[in-house]
């Protein structure tokens, strides 16, 4: 190959390469590939009681009364959870766990009792508003595992009487007050909302259609009615609707009826009416009541520190229907009103 041939050989591989590279950065915008930046995880904050959105702010234990005098009961519908317990002549009083939301007020307040320590415990140390104890009972609640916030030891401020009703069912509580008193000023390690045991998914399989529920204690009873509507069993309470005082009826999509023992305490009152003592510790049976079904279940709690487990017959997990609930501690069994093989099973809910 002369010397003319070979430099016309070598012009034209600079000119395709040349080319080549032009191409290429015309392409890949001078040799930078540009990556779409990935989006962001949301992260939706949970509420660990009820599975909805929220917070998980401190917990806050309020004892409320529940007879007829009491009624309508101000702040229930803005609980995350609330117990029904057998107290003195086999009425009822409530037990009301707040940590996502605090209504303006809440009320009215009433006593602790021994079956209050063993509720409390498994959501670690709570903050406990009440308006007092029996003597003998006092000196053994101030011991447990608690931040007391009860009436006595807090100003008129914070525990006031309501003008429109009548003592001892008048008393009523403004709950933000008392956290940040609690918390801000005091220093008070009150513990924030945790799983205590149970879980939110789909409807278990397995269970029974049903339109309304009605579990008994000695001189009170509540009737959950399934509102297919609402999603939720609305309440009745002795019969007539049980409406709380901001005009909501009170229900929850998850009412829980948990089979305890209930024997006599050493506790009584100034009639020597003994104290009932709910025991929640051990295991037993119960029902899970959710999206028009009744759902048997097995309760297990080791020890007064563990959460409370839910399971279904198989031993798998008894999911909830996400949002408030309510859990009636009875030792009688309850009393369904069946919906009927015709009527179709609803939609599960998440």
């Not at 191409?23 to 779409?36: A, M, P």
């Amino acid at each position: 190959m002369n010397s003319a041939v070979a430099k016309s050989s070598r012009a034209r591989r600079v000119v395709g390469a040349t080319s080549a590279v032009a191409l290429t950065l015309l392409l890949f915008g001078c040799g930078t590939i540009t990556k779409t930046p990935p989006k962001p995880v949301v992260v939706i904050p949970t509420n660990a009681l009820t599975g909805l959105p929220g917070i998980n702010g401190p917990v806050l234990f309020v004892k409320v009364d529940d007879t007829q005098p009491a009624h309508p009961q101000i702040g229930l519908d803005k609980a995350d959870v609330v117990y029904i317990e057998q107290v003195e002549g086999g009425l009822t009083r409530l037990a009301a766990v707040f940590s996502n939301k605090l209504p303006p007020l809440i009320g009215p307040v009433r006593s602790a009792r021994i079956s209050d320590i063993d509720l409390m415990a498994n959501y670690g140390r709570v903050g406990m508003a009440y308006s007092g104890a029996q003597s003998l009972f006092l000196p053994v609640l101030r011991a447990a595992n608690i931040e007391d916030i009860g009436a006595d030891t807090e100003p008129a401020s914070i525990f006031s009487r309501d003008p429109a009703r009548q003592a001892p069912t008048n008393l009523v509580v403004n709950p933000k007050a008392l956290l940040n008193k609690s918390i801000n000023v005091e220093h008070r390690q009150i513990a924030t909302a945790k799983s205590v045991g149970w879980s939110f998914g789909l409807l278990p399989a397995g269970g029974v259609a049903i339109k309304s529920a009605e579990v008994k204690w000695p001189a009170g009873k509540y009737k959950a009615v399934w509102s297919t509507s609402l999603k939720k069993w609305n309440l009745v309470y002795d019969g007539s609707p049980d409406i709380a005082a901001d005009g909501a009826q009170l229900g929850s999509p998850t009412f829980l009826i948990q089979e305890v023992s209930i024997t006599p305490s050493i506790y009584h009152d100034h009639n020597g009416s003994y104290t009932p003592f709910s025991n929640t510790i051990g295991s037993g049976t119960g029902f899970l009541l959710r999206d028009g079904r009744e759902i048997p279940v097995y309760w297990n709690r080791a020890t007064a520190l563990d959460p409370t487990t839910w399971t279904l017959k198989d031993g798998s997990p008894a999911l909830f229907a996400r949002g408030q609930v309510w859990v009636a501690l009875t030792d009688q069994q309850p009393t369904f009103v069946f919906a009927g093989i015709s009527t179709p099973a609803p939609t599960p809910t998440k």
